[in-house]
């Protein structure tokens, strides 16, 4: 479905940096609006929720609709107070859920 997503994270912190989190992830975004060269309507396809956890915690999410478009980038920030890692979803209307991973080192 789609290629590992792409995920940029600092490697290194101090305690109680505020980091800058890059995402994206490669995903057809289909609407349900469109029709194929038959007439036939495209079924929707779409990333719906993403979420990304800190440790455990839910750090940042959101809901994504039709006016987002085909591999969706997402931009925020995080306060880090300890070492840990960083858990993304990416969740679509057919339920399968993309997943990365990244690891900051804080002092």
């Not at 880090?80 to 993304?88: A, D, K, L």
Request: with cysteine; charged share 25%; proline share 3%.
């Amino acid at each position: 479905m789609a290629d590992k997503p792409r995920v940029k994270v600092a490697g290194q912190a101090h305690k109680g940096d505020i980091v800058q989190i890059k995402t994206l992830v490669s995903h057809v975004m289909e609407t349900g609006l469109r029709k194929d060269e038959n007439g036939q309507i495209i079924p929707r396809r779409i990333i719906n929720r993403f979420t990304c956890e800190f440790n455990g915690r839910l750090v940042f999410s959101c809901d994504l609709g039709t006016g987002i478009a085909a591999n969706p980038y997402l931009q925020f920030s995080a306060r880090v107070e300890e070492s840990g890692t960083f858990r993304f979803n990416w969740i679509d209307d057919d339920g399968v859920t993309i997943t990365a991973e990244e690891s900051i080192s804080v002092s």
